[in-house]
């Protein structure tokens, strides 16, 4: 399957998407906190695509060849979990770091995003990871531009977490986005510059690595879903939905509440 090249309304479709995905995590933010169970959160953000923005929650029962349905409206992955973590009865604690993934369906159109929290006050190395995370997510977009490859994209992704000694995780990818939640192209968050298909202006797909504080095999917990460090060092994610432009990029995912940039290296 060829990368589908976006028409003006498509990505005008996206930008709503990406916007009100955004929004979502923006309303979620202060709920974020010791005490409160990853349930809780999932029922607050089902509530409000419903209620107030009148998205739908791509995630509950997604099911992908495989897969049983996935039963929430966003995925929670705290500490070792490195994503797809289902909400439930466990209730955040003091010093936790949370991944809060989101994807609404708006007119048909997906936006995808996810961001780390930290409940209450984090250790210090958990709280590198996070923003080490963050940096290196940026990385992988500040390298999109029409003519640029995809493994470029890895590449800097790769090249920072490994040389800040953490480790990226090589089993979920980046992907395409549009109507539907996954298509072509797989973005790897490692690799080899030089590399991979030419992006070309109208492309739409995520960047979201997945980094882990020691090594970077994973494994399945019995639910079929929840993914976990094999070591059980801690993991961060973040994630945005990006547009290739004429002359570079834009991320799609943006509200009042998302968080600045990092510096340019
Ligand atoms: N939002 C995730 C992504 O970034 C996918 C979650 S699928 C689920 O691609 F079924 F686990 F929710
Ligand atoms: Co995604
Ligand atoms: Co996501």
Redesign the pocket.
């Known amino acids: 399957m060829p990368v589908h090249i976006k028409t003006a309304d498509e990505i005008a479709g996206m930008r709503v998407a990406g916007r009100l995905a955004a929004e979502l995590l923006d309303y979620l933010a202060p709920h974020v906190r010791p005490g409160v169970t990853t349930g809780r959160i999932n029922d607050l953000a089902h509530r409000y695509m419903l209620d107030v923005q009148h998205t739908i929650p791509?995630?509950l029962n997604?099911a992908?060849p495989g897969?049983s349905p996935?039963p929430?409206s966003?995925?929670t992955s705290i500490n070792h979990v490195v994503?797809?973590g289902i909400p439930g009865e466990r209730k955040l604690k003091d010093g936790d770091i949370v991944n809060v993934?989101?994807?609404v369906i708006k007119d048909g159109f997906h936006g995808?995003s996810?961001r780390m929290f930290v409940a209450g006050k984090p250790s210090i190395q958990a709280k590198r990871l996070v923003e080490l995370t963050y940096e290196a997510m940026w990385r992988g977009i500040r390298v999109v531009r029409p003519g640029a490859r995809l493994g470029d994209i890895g590449a800097a992704i790769q090249r920072f977490a490994e040389g800040q000694g953490f480790s990226v995780v090589r089993e979920f990818c980046g992907?395409g986005i549009g109507r539907q939640?996954?298509e072509e192209p797989q973005v790897l968050h490692y690799g080899r510059a030089g590399t991979g298909i030419e992006l070309q202006a109208g492309m739409i797909f995520?960047i979201?690595p997945m980094i882990n504080a020691g090594r970077p095999g994973i494994r399945c917990l019995a639910d079929g879903?929840t993914i976990v460090t094999a070591d059980h060092s801690l993991s961060a994610q973040w994630?945005h939905t990006i547009l290739v432009t004429p002359e570079g990029y834009d991320v799609l995912t943006v509200s009042a509440g998302t968080p600045p940039p990092p510096a340019a290296a």
């Open positions: 791509a995630t997604y992908p897969h996935y929430a966003l995925c994503c797809h993934d989101v994807t995808d996810s992907h939640f996954h995520t979201e879903w994630e």
